[in-house]
């Protein structure tokens, strides 16, 4: 069951089952959502509302699997920061491009009225 996954990528841990724990632990949703790369304006908001005395933030990182491969220990150290907060961590997958284009049968493009739009 699940999501397919482009060919070659492994499953990045987390959720679903992470979350899907972290949720009966903690029945109300989370009051702030703050989706990030764990680069250093990530980190900075991060910090910022730590200092700030912000509650109930999780941190969503979306692994879409175009990072360099040192990444990943780039965004365990974020996770990391945001646990010892006392936030939330939450990483999604991605299927990839290469599947999403298999299945859409070429390349996302915009919609036809932003199209007429740039083009006048």
């Known amino acids: 069951p699940g999501r397919p996954r482009a060919p070659g ?14 949720v009966r632990r903690n029945p109300e949703p989370p009051e702030h959502v ?8 990530s980190v900075a908001l991060i910090q910022h509302l730590h200092e700030k005395g912000t509650q109930n933030v999780v941190c969503v990182y979306s692994d879409t699997g175009w990072a360099a491969p040192w990444w990943r220990e780039r965004v ?10 006392g936030f939330g961590a939450v990483r999604l997958g991605s ?12 390349c996302p493009r915009t919609s036809t009225s932003s199209a007429r739009r740039t083009s006048k």
């Open 76 to 85: 365990g150290a974020g996770e990391e920061l945001a646990r010892s907060y």
């Open 34 to 41: 703050v989706f990030t790369s764990y680069g250093n304006d």
């Open 9 to 22: 990528r492994r499953t990045p841990p987390g959720p679903p089952g992470r979350y899907a724990r972290q």
């Open 95 to 106: 299927m990839g491009m290469q599947q999403l284009v298999q299945i859409r049968k070429g």
